[in-house]
């Protein structure tokens, strides 16, 4: 981890010395795959579930079958994480995007 700089060269020490504790933890599988689940709705703004499965996939590294992709999606909207949205054009073709940017509070 980079502690510090003197001029352009960076200084590294380990990660027990500078972070403190409360922050050094590491994700569960589980709380990772959520935290990119949601991030994929940052990134894209709007997306189908193609579009959502490609992103999700591409970050965490692993191949994510469309049951999957479809649960997790669904799981988003049960807690209103995620809003669903239909196009004029596209009404066969649903998106999804995250609920703050589309509904006010």
Known sequence: MTHSRRRFERLYDLSE???PSQYDWVATEDEADAYFALRAFQ???IASLREWRA????NIKRKVSFEEAQA??????????????????HPKNPRYGVRRRFIPP
């Open 72 to 89: 997790r999606l669904d799981a988003l909207l049960s807690v209103g994480k995620i809003v669903n949205i239909t196009l004029q054009d």
């Open 55 to 58: 992103w999700f996939m591409l």
């Open 17 to 19: 010395r500078i972070v």
């Open 43 to 45: 990134e894209l703004n």
